[in-house]
């Protein structure tokens, strides 16, 4: 993952030994492009968690007593969630960079964040659980459409190893397709208005009490377009009215150490709470390249060592995922019309002057230039192994059923 590599170079750079591990990915015959780095330091591939989240659990185990970290640093909600029923196993050996599992147990659970957040007087969309599948249709007309179905928790290991990401709909049709697809996956299901303001994301790090550092950034274009990972994102000064909602929010939680807070603005600029991201996220080099060091302050904080409070950081600092943004211009042309999707002419446009202006890129440092290579021959190899694919007629126009999606 992109957070990985991230990581990997500023723990690097701070003249920390690094043991970097992956899932074994069945679909993918290549090293990740963080096993690249030359600050990677020895490579491992464990038991892919779609398979046995144990068997990665375990794996996971085998290599703290096999390496004797200091510290385990998960990258992600399913190594997240595949740890925690190991925690106290593994914590007999060494440090696991996570929140508590009081306050673990609500930032996972979309409902319950909402819930406690609306609680603390913040702004939550209106929204409704689905418990019987016969009471839809009442409760999308309560909604609204257009409105957004997710599964109140992004991944679990009850999904078989699958991401969950929201999805819009327009009509009960569509509502239906995408309720049936999450109650196969066996996923709790969340109904919410749709909004399509700015979406902002706060990451705050926070230890004994207080909070050290926090850092704001815009998501200019995300994919999949409703809710999903960053492909373009830019650093922005920190709005007064969602530090506010974020800190009052895990304070309340108890939630130490990293964490992203997401937000949506209406059409009147109300900051209106998305979810919390108890993890590394897409946006952690961002803050990196402004300014704030995340990764060396979650592995002190981690190891029991002091961590400095933040100075600050520069705003207007641009960041672009080449591939993801190339994967945003395609869902945007082929879905017109859609809630978050952008006239043609406006995405071509859009993504064609962030090659004119001063943006970074994910994956590049002078550096370290290897795993941008390795990403650039991942991609080339996939589009190579698409084109020549038999197209499948059911795949054009827009496809409500994409609800399963696994950042690459």
Same mark, same amino acid.
């Given at each position: 993952?992109?957070?990985?590599?991230?990581?990997?170079?500023?723990?690097?750079?701070?003249?920390?030994?690094?043991?970097?591990?992956?899932?074994?990915?069945?679909?993918?015959?290549?090293?990740?492009? +963080?096993?690249? @780095?030359?600050?990677?330091?020895?490579?491992?591939?464990? $038991?892919?968690? #779609?398979? !046995?989240? /144990?068997?990665? *659990?375990?794996?996971?185990?085998?290599?703290?007593?096999?390496?004797?970290?200091?510290?385990?640093?998960?990258?992600?909600?399913?190594?997240?969630?595949?740890?925690?029923?190991?925690?106290?196993?593994?914590?007999?050996?060494?440090?696991?960079?996570?929140?508590?599992?009081?306050?673990?147990?609500?930032?996972?659970?979309?409902?319950?964040?909402? +819930?406690?957040? @609306?609680?603390?007087?913040?702004?939550?969309?209106?929204? $409704?659980?689905? #418990?019987? !599948?016969? /009471?839809?249709? *009442?409760?999308?007309?309560?909604?609204?459409?257009?409105?957004?179905?997710?599964?109140?928790?992004?991944?679990?290991?009850?999904?078989?190893?699958?991401?969950?990401?929201?999805?819009?709909?327009?009509?009960?049709?569509?509502?239906?397709?995408?309720?049936?697809?999450?109650?196969?996956?066996?996923?709790?299901?969340?109904?919410?208005?749709?909004?399509?303001?700015?979406?902002?994301?706060?990451?705050?790090?926070?230890?004994?009490?207080?909070?050290?550092?926090?850092?704001?950034?815009?998501?200019?274009?995300?994919?999949?377009?409703?809710?999903?990972?960053?492909?373009?994102?830019?650093?922005?000064?920190?709005?007064?009215?969602?530090?506010?909602?974020?800190?009052?929010?895990?304070?309340?939680?108890?939630?130490?150490?990293?964490?992203?807070?997401?937000?949506?603005?209406?059409?009147?600029?109300?900051?209106?709470?998305?979810?919390?991201?108890?993890?590394?996220?897409?946006?952690?080099?961002?803050?990196?390249?402004?300014?704030?060091?995340?990764?060396?302050?979650?592995?002190?904080?981690?190891?029991?060592?002091?961590?400095?409070?933040?100075?600050?950081?520069?705003?207007?600092?641009?960041?672009?995922?080449?591939?993801?943004?190339?994967?945003?211009?395609?869902?945007?042309?082929?879905?017109?019309?859609?809630?978050?999707?952008?006239?043609?002419?406006?995405?071509?446009?859009?993504?064609?002057?962030?090659?004119?202006?001063?943006?970074?890129?994910?994956?590049?440092?002078?550096?370290?230039?290897?795993?941008?290579?390795?990403?650039?021959?991942?991609?080339?190899?996939?589009?190579?192994?698409?084109?020549?694919?038999?197209?499948?007629?059911?795949?054009?126009?827009?496809?409500?059923?994409?609800?399963?999606?696994?950042?690459?």
């Amino acid at each position: 993952m992109k957070q990985t590599l991230a990581v990997a170079r500023s723990l690097g750079r701070a003249g920390l030994h690094l043991v970097l591990a992956d899932r074994r990915d069945p679909a993918e015959s290549r090293r990740p492009p +963080a096993f690249s @780095s030359r600050w990677a330091g020895a490579t491992s591939f464990l $038991a892919d968690f #779609d398979e !046995d989240p /144990d068997d990665f *659990a375990a794996g996971v185990v085998d290599l703290v007593l096999a390496s004797r970290p200091a510290v385990v640093v998960p990258a992600s909600d399913q190594s997240i969630a595949c740890l925690r029923p190991w925690r106290t196993e593994i914590e007999r050996h060494t440090r696991l960079a996570m929140g508590s599992e009081a306050a673990l147990k609500i930032a996972v659970d979309k409902h319950a964040t909402l +819930a406690l957040a @609306s609680e603390l007087g913040i702004d939550v969309p209106k929204m $409704a659980m689905l #418990d019987d !599948d016969d /009471d839809l249709a *009442a409760i999308m007309d309560g909604i609204g459409y257009p409105a957004v179905i997710k599964p109140s928790w992004s991944w679990s290991r009850g999904f078989a190893g699958r991401r969950l990401v929201p999805t819009a709909v327009l009509n009960i049709a569509e509502a239906s397709v995408a309720v049936s697809l999450l109650r196969r996956a066996g996923a709790p299901v969340l109904v919410q208005e749709l909004l399509i303001g700015e979406r902002e994301g706060l990451s705050l790090f926070r230890a004994n009490n207080r909070v050290l550092a926090e850092f704001a950034h815009v998501s200019v274009r995300t994919t999949p377009m409703l809710g999903g990972a960053c492909a373009v994102r830019e650093s922005i000064p920190m709005p007064p009215d969602l530090r506010k909602a974020a800190v009052a929010l895990i304070t309340a939680m108890d939630l130490d150490g990293y964490s992203q807070i997401e937000f949506r603005r209406d059409l009147n600029g109300r900051p209106v709470l998305m979810e919390v991201n108890p993890r590394l996220s897409g946006s952690i080099e961002l803050a990196w390249r402004s300014g704030i060091d995340f990764p060396l302050m979650i592995w002190r904080w981690a190891s029991g060592g002091h961590v400095q409070q933040s100075s600050g950081y520069r705003s207007g600092v641009r960041l672009r995922w080449l591939t993801g943004d190339g994967r945003w211009l395609l869902e945007t042309l082929r879905a017109p019309g859609r809630p978050d999707s952008t006239p043609a002419g406006s995405a071509i446009a859009a993504f064609a002057r962030d090659f004119l202006r001063g943006t970074g890129y994910d994956f590049v440092d002078a550096e370290d230039p290897l795993p941008a290579l390795a990403e650039a021959n991942r991609v080339l190899r996939k589009v190579a192994r698409k084109m020549v694919k038999r197209p499948n007629k059911h795949e054009s126009g827009h496809n409500v059923g994409a609800l399963w999606y696994q950042e690459k």
